[in-house]
């Protein structure tokens, strides 16, 4: 019985709840009017309303000179001199249409919505007193403290400050920057704009592309988040290409990741973390670092590195090498610090710098010194403390060498070696310890067709060197004897592995001793050291943990 009792008050309280009217909606009520006027025959028989009418909703006031209220759809028609304040807000248009059931007002004509942070024109417009949202179409024009934007539809969210463009736009900052594009969503709170699709930028130094970036007005900072090109005005050839990085407008900085690639003078930067700034012409960059200078026919790697557009200038380190190219070969150089300049107050010398562990390998010759330079005009490499330098099987070593190439050919032409000179070329590869020797205090190398032809020794020249002669019946080379000359002066022609001692000038000596009668103690010049292992047989070998 009580199960029932139950079951028959559940049902009565259901019904009653069901009974219950929704709350009435809010009323759009007349509030003045010079006039008020009815005909059954007009306007679905409602008021006709003019002279300094005000028609009010939840707080919202309606003026105008002529209007019609529809009491039974709760809507209000309003025409000249029209005009809506909400809150902090006003529209004003030719005509209106406020609807309290959908607490939307439709604007025609001459609309101007004004608020604290922007005044908005169109043909026409939809605003909703619920969400606060504006939607402006035909010739639509949203102004604010730093840019002014014009679409054919534009919807502003006033809660959220975003005013936002899914069709093609312009805007015009207040520093002049114009921007063109096709969705936009850009926040007058915040000053910033996201911009969803292409977007072109143009402003008194810079033209920006992009197919997706953000800005704000406040910082001056555009942010890159797909493929974007930013061009100098007054110097196109001078840009920077980007798929993830910040510019900063004002200052000229950017900051780029991703092996963003910065263009100036010609040459190419890139590098997995780019920094530079444009004003001051400095940039820098970590990882996989790249500088292209294709004028020069070179380029230049490492993990870090800095560049100086006004001094012409860069430098890379960590792993550092250099490649500069010739028509039919290359010459790769490496070292802990590589620096690139060109000297543009007297003769505009280009030149590559190598300092510390400095290694170079060219098809015809190849080397290390702790320290070289490169005058890449010139055909000048000279090469500091401890060099030593191979072409075939001809080591040269001293305390100080310069290299001479012929600027047209890119064939090496000499090489001068001062203090200490030493060349020790190996007689034959099947007997170990049988080594040409030429030693003194300066020495010349002339080079024909990039091979070792002619050398000249001066001061305390000494030279060792293997005799064969050539057997009249087998037409075979047979060693018979080792020459040791001392003179002011010794000349020698190379011919392959042939060592021929050619003139010996100035207080001449020597002896030239049967193979089988040579003693081992002549055998090394005093400090003869062969040092073959350090050779390097490829370009890979200038890393200095390849060897």
Not at 253 to 282: C, H, I, P
Not at 415 to 444: C, M, P, R, W
Request: hydrophobic share 35%.
């Amino acid at each position: 019985m009580k199960f029932k009792i139950s079951i028959i008050l559940s049902c009565i309280l259901t019904a009653s709840l069901f009974a219950q009217k929704k709350p009435a909606k809010a009323k759009v009520k007349l509030q003045h009017a010079d006039l008020v006027e009815r005909n059954p025959d007009k306007y679905e028989g409602n008021q006709f309303l003019t002279g300094n009418v005000v028609i009010e909703y939840k707080g919202d006031l309606v003026y105008a000179d002529s209007a019609v209220l529809y009491q039974d759809k709760n809507l209000a028609v309003v025409w000249s001199n029209s005009r809506l304040v909400s809150k902090d807000k006003t529209i004003t248009a030719d005509k209106m249409e406020y609807d309290g059931n959908t607490t939307i007002a439709k604007a025609f004509k001459n609309v101007v919505l004004t608020d604290p942070g922007s005044r908005i024109t169109a043909d026409y417009m939809e605003y909703n007193r619920t969400n606060e949202i504006a939607t402006g179409i035909g010739k639509v024009e949203v102004k604010t403290p730093t840019q002014q934007i014009s679409s054919e539809k534009i919807i502003y969210e006033r809660l959220t400050g975003n005013i936002i463009v899914n069709d093609t736009y312009k805007t015009i900052g207040s520093d002049g920057t114009l921007v063109e594009g096709r969705n936009v969503v850009y926040n007058i709170n915040s000053k910033s704009a996201n911009f969803g699709s292409e977007v072109f930028i143009t402003n008194k130094d810079y033209t920006i592309y992009s197919r997706k970036m953000t800005t704000n007005d406040l910082t001056g900072i555009t942010t890159f988040r797909d493929y974007s090109k930013i061009t100098r005005r007054n110097d196109p050839s001078q840009y920077i290409i980007t798929s993830d990085g910040d510019f900063n407008k004002k200052t000229g900085e950017a900051w780029l990741r991703n092996n963003s690639q910065v263009f100036y003078q010609g040459k190419m930067l890139t590098a997995k973390k780019l920094y530079f700034n444009d004003k001051t012409g400095f940039g820098k960059g970590e990882g996989e670092v790249f500088l292209d200078d294709p004028k020069e026919k070179r380029f230049l790697r490492g993990d870090y590195g800095e560049a100086f557009r006004y001094l012409d200038s860069a430098y890379v380190t960590k792993n550092a090498y250099a490649v500069k190219s010739f028509d039919k070969d290359s010459l790769y150089i490496s070292a802990d610090t590589l620096l690139a300049v060109k000297r543009h107050d007297v003769d505009s010398t280009s030149f590559i710098k190598a300092y510390h562990k400095a290694r170079f390998y060219k098809s015809n010759a190849n080397g290390k010194a702790d320290s070289l330079v490169f005058n890449q005009t010139k055909g000048i490499m000279q090469f500091y403390k401890d060099p030593i330098l191979w072409s075939g099987d001809n080591q040269v070593t001293g305390d100080y060498m310069e290299a001479y190439t012929n600027t047209k050919t890119n064939k090496m032409d000499s090489l001068k070696v001062f203090n200490n000179a030493f060349v020790i070329a190996k007689v034959d590869s099947l007997v170990e310890n049988e080594f040409h020797q030429i030693k003194g205090k300066y020495l010349t190398v002339l080079f024909q067709d990039d091979k070792i032809d002619f050398v000249n020794v001066e001061e305390n020249a000494v030279a060792l060197t293997y005799m064969d002669d050539t057997d009249a019946k087998t037409k075979k080379k047979e060693r018979y004897g080792v020459n040791i000359s001392y003179c002011g002066i010794i000349e020698v022609d190379v011919v392959g592995k042939d060592v021929e001692l050619v003139a010996c000038r100035i207080k001449s000596d020597g002896k030239m001793y049967p193979l089988s009668q040579f003693p081992d103690e002549l055998r090394y010049l005093p400090d003869f050291k062969w040092r073959i292992s350090e050779r390097l047989n490829k370009w890979r070998d200038i890393f200095v943990e390849s060897k």
